[in-house]
Structure formats: C-alpha cells, structure tokens
C-alpha cells in the first residue's frame, strides 16, 4: 500500500478515535465536515466541481452537508474503502499520484486539532511525498505571493518555488512545509529573511 493508502487507514481509524464532532484545523469543520469533504470528492462527481468552483458550492454544500448527517460509522466505512469503482482513483498508481497530498494534509487537520499533539517521526516514503506535493502545490498555492519562496529541510534540500523579491526561505520538515503550502498555521517551521519579507508571506493566503 502507498502513502495516500496509508494516510486513509491512518485517517479512518483516528475518525473512530475521536469521533463525528471533533475539531480539525479546517475553518468551521468538525471530523464529520472532513468526513463528508473526502466523500463528495470520490463519490460525487456531480456535487465535487463545487469544491473549487465558487459557483456551485452551494449544492456541493448541501450534497456534503448530507454526508455529515449520516451514521458516523457508514461514514467512516466508505471513507475507509476508497473511492466509488468508476472512479479514476480506484486505480492504484492514480491514488498515490492525487490522494498523497489529501490525506496527509487532512490526516494532519484531524491529528493537530486535537490538545497535545505532536509531529510524527519521520518516516521515509511519507517524508517523499510530502516533499514532493510540496513543491508541486506550491506552483497554485504560492502563485500570488508578493515575495520569493524557498522550501528548505533541515538536511538542506532546497527548492525554488516560487520567484519575486526580497525572498524567503522557509524551513521545516516536509510534511511540515506541506502543511505550510496548503494554508495551515499549525505547522511547526522558521522563516530565514526580511521581516518585513517573512509578515508578508504568513499573511499570503495559500488556499485550503
């Protein structure tokens, strides 16, 4: 099994830990919120455009929103068995390529709204995906920021990945820069720059 196969059994069994109303680090969502999400996304294609599409969430929302109201353990269970057979990531090599990103970051939103958490130990094949969802998500989520970015690890792999003035490098773990790229403040990570520099890209907005 791959890391996005990992992260989902890794997911579904902290969903049966802390249940259908726990917080997660998604604005507004608890655990059955997530839940839900996850479900629309590889279930329904007809609700799932609204994910991205200003103009159609508020059917995905009512389409996610049902989700949410259904037993806790029919949701867990279809988050668990991956996606609907027709869909494109019911293959394999498709999943690790599209879910690794997801579940890790969502398996995290789950795992750091809760008190007292703390990162994982390192581990190689999760710590590979992570890098390298980083720096490809970086391409949209860091497209508008007003100044350079560099993603570094602690090891010093660097990656450029996005141009402009007065740069900043930003540090941290791979999952941690992951976290950071798609938006989330609990991600444990330095700044090397300007001030002035390091406040503008922490209040650039990284999507979701």
């Known amino acids: 099994m791959g890391v996005a196969g990992d992260e989902r059994r890794a997911l579904s069994e902290l969903f049966e830990e802390v249940g259908p109303d726990a917080p997660t680090l998604c604005?507004?969502?608890?655990?059955r919120d997530l839940a839900a999400?996850?479900?629309?996304?590889?279930?329904?294609p007809d609700a799932a455009p609204g994910i991205l599409v200003p103009a159609l969430a508020s059917y995905t929302q009512r389409v996610q929103d049902s989700y949410a109201a259904r037993p806790w353990s029919e949701?867990?269970?279809?988050?668990?068995?991956?996606?609907?057979?027709?869909?494109?990531?019911?293959?394999?090599?498709?999943?690790?390529?599209?879910?690794?990103?997801?579940?890790?970051?969502?398996?995290?939103d789950v795992r750091r709204g809760q008190p007292g958490w703390e990162p994982?130990?390192?581990?190689?094949?999760?710590?590979?995906?992570?890098?390298?969802?980083?720096?490809?998500a970086s391409k949209l989520n860091l497209r508008k920021s007003p100044v350079g970015v560099v993603?570094?690890?602690?090891?010093?792999?660097?990656?450029?990945?996005?141009?402009?003035?007065?740069t900043v490098t930003v540090v941290g773990a791979?999952?941690?820069l992951l976290l950071f790229v798609f938006g989330r403040d609990a991600a444990r990570i330095t700044f090397e720059g300007d001030a002035y520099a390091v406040d503008k890209l922490r209040k650039h907005d990284r999507g979701l």
Do not use: C
């Not at 019911?90 to 999943?95: C, K, N, Q, Y």
């Open 174 to 176: 791979p999952i941690e």
């Open 75 to 108: 949701v867990v269970g279809k988050v668990r068995s991956g996606p609907a057979w027709f869909w494109p990531t019911s293959i394999g090599a498709l999943d690790e390529l599209t879910n690794s990103a997801e579940f890790l970051v969502h398996h995290e």
């Open 27 to 31: 604005a507004g969502w608890k655990t």
């Open 37 to 44: 999400h996850l479900l629309v996304r590889e279930r329904r």
């Open 120 to 136: 994982r130990p390192a581990e190689s094949s999760r710590d590979a995906a992570a890098w390298k969802s980083a720096k490809q």
């Open 151 to 166: 993603l570094k690890t602690p090891e010093g792999r660097e990656a450029r990945v996005k141009e402009g003035p007065d």
